[in-house]
């Protein structure tokens, strides 16, 4: 089955920032969408961001959309997330997911451990 590993999650100030990677191995073909969800503490898992690999083109959600960036070796199956202004209420557990296309990557639910960003004020 698809395994997922996330890294580069941090303590940072508001304001700061941080990379985070992803790199997917456990199936014969390549993925051409991944992306990040996030889960805040008593809160519902939410899609923040995702990457067509073959394209390069990313779709953000808005509470995102200017601070993060995403990209993708889509040779490796890696993808990463360059994160700015960082907000205390990016606080969470960031999750990678991929996909054979936008709706694959969406519907994922083999969750790894993820990986905890969290910002301080």
């Not at 790199?23 to 889960?39: D, L």
């Not at 993808?79 to 557990?93: G, N």
């Not at 083999?110 to 960003?117: A, N, P, Y």
Request: glycine content about 14%.
């Amino acid at each position: 089955q698809v395994q997922l590993l996330e890294s580069g999650g941090g303590l940072v100030q508001a304001g700061g920032s941080l990379r985070l990677s992803c790199s997917a191995s456990g199936r014969a073909f390549m993925y051409s969408h991944m992306g990040w969800f996030r889960q805040a503490p008593e809160k519902e898992r939410e899609f923040v961001v995702g990457i067509n690999l073959s394209s390069g083109n990313g779709f953000y959600d808005d509470s995102v959309k200017g601070r993060f960036t995403i990209s993708g070796d889509n040779a490796k199956n890696t993808v990463y997330l360059r994160m700015e202004s960082l907000k205390p209420e990016d606080t969470a557990v960031y999750y990678c997911a991929a996909g054979n296309s936008a709706e694959a990557m969406l519907g994922f639910r083999s969750w790894g451990q993820g990986t905890q960003v969290t910002v301080s004020s």
